[in-house]
């Protein structure tokens, strides 16, 4: 007769070397004094135009680039690249996230020099790229006004992962009924105290105030790490 | 069951990874890092994994029922072919800054403490993604009374 099979105690973080990886890449902006935002969204929220419309506005004052994942196309780095910032193409294939490891290697060999800002686009998805931390600071959550107020109640994993909520196309809330109170409530429900930012990318409108919030974090972090330096 | 088509029968490999490819691709990158991790173990102790005990927080953002079925495809042609995966779902755990004292939600989307209705977003538990124990057993026990 067989033994009776016996129990192994393990306990393994399933995400341990995506973690990892993403923790070294987290200090290593750091120590650049690089801030470093992630965007998250269903596909067609307008990630893409908003981030655009990011790197145009702080290009003249600051150092951007940005890294778009996306399936299988590189549209989305053609039309960031308008904005004149390095922008480089992950293509993840079948892979519906980005992870900790592409950032890296989409890094490894790209001669930007230092940068204040570098932004991750991740694949247009509510779902799957809520588990992979990628070494960011932010986590940008967009939703937009054609999309309805209850996506944040349909993905609470998310929008709780998130640090900073974005409504877009904000120009077009009034043509599709957009019950702002009623998805202000529904973010406030699953991520209480989350800030939010209501902008449009095509007018501008709310852009200055949630560049002006980034400016103000990417300040806070590098003092941060410039007093972490400067401790004996 | 999942792996059954409408009409009845059972689908083909192809089919089942073009329904993963479609609506279970991080569970399938999921499934394939927990099949890895007992495959080290199991190579390291030379024993045979029969279950993997894994702990899944309600906000880890995994589908239980959709990593069940892609762990099924990750196992198939490496040594934990046949082996079960056991599921234990942890509930999301937050504190509540107005009680002073750990709570458990009632619902994902409802972030507010379920005696006093404090908001709150400290999550303690619930974002778990844990390979907590394997169920094995000895490779060379198994050969020796094979061959005896």
């Known amino acids: 007769m067989n033994a009776q099979p016996r129990i192994l105690e393990v306990r ?23 801030f470093v935002v992630s965007l998250v969204s269903s596909p067609g929220a307008g990630k893409t ?38 922008v480089k193409q992950i293509t993840t294939g079948t892979l519906c996230h980005l992870e900790a490891a592409m950032v890296d290697h989409a890094l490894n060999g790209w001669d930007i020099g230092r940068l204040d800002f570098l932004f991750i686009e991740n694949v247009g998805n509510l779902v799957c790229p809520s588990s992979y931390d990628l070494g960011e600071n932010l986590r940008l ?18 929008f709780n992962s998130a640090d900073v909520a974005v409504i877009t196309k904000i ?45 103000a974090r990417s300040t806070e972090l590098t003092s941060e790490s410039n007093v972490m330096l400067h401790r004996p | ?3 059954e088509s409408a009409w ?34 199991a190579e390291l102790r030379d024993v045979r994994v029969e279950a993997v005990h894994l702990e899944l927080g309600l906000l880890s953002g995994v589908v239980a029922e959709a990593l069940l079925f892609s762990y099924e495809v990750a196992c198939s042609g490496t040594r934990l072919e046949g082996s079960r995966l056991i599921v234990k779902e942890v509930p999301i755990e937050v504190f509540c800054p107005a009680c002073g004292a750990p709570k458990v939600l009632t619902s994902m989307q409802w972030f507010r403490c379920p005696d006093c209705s ?3 977003s400290e999550v303690i538990h619930g974002k778990e993604m844990i390979v907590t124990a394997l169920e094995i057993r000895d490779e060379c026990a198994t050969t020796h009374i094979g061959s005896a």
């Open chain 1, 141 to 158: 959550v967009l939703l937009s006004v054609t999309e309805g107020e209850d996506k944040p109640l349909k993905y609470p994993t998310i």
């Open chain 1, 171 to 215: 120009d077009l809330a009034d043509a599709v009924d957009f019950n702002e109170s009623a998805a202000m409530a529904n973010i406030e429900a699953v991520r209480p105290g989350m800030q939010i930012y209501k902008v449009s990318a095509k007018n501008g409108s709310g852009m200055e105030d949630y560049l002006r919030f980034l400016v």
């Open chain 1, 49 to 86: 135009a908003f981030l655009e419309k990011t790197l145009t506005l702080l290009k003249p004052r600051y150092r951007v680039a940005a890294l778009v994942g996306d399936l299988a196309t590189d549209n989305d780095a053609m039309r960031l690249a308008r904005s004149r910032a390095p």
């Open chain 1, 12 to 34: 393994k973080n399933v995400l341990k070397q995506n973690d990892e990886i993403a923790r070294t890449l987290r200090e290593r902006f750091r120590a650049q004094g690089t």
């Open chain 2, 8 to 41: 009845g029968k059972p689908r083909s490999p192809h089919l089942r990874m073009v329904e993963l490819e479609e609506r279970a691709m991080h569970e399938l990158s999921i499934a394939m890092s927990i099949v890895e991790m007992a495959q080290e173990e």
């Open chain 2, 118 to 120: 404090a908001s709150t």
């Open chain 2, 1 to 3: 069951m999942m792996a």
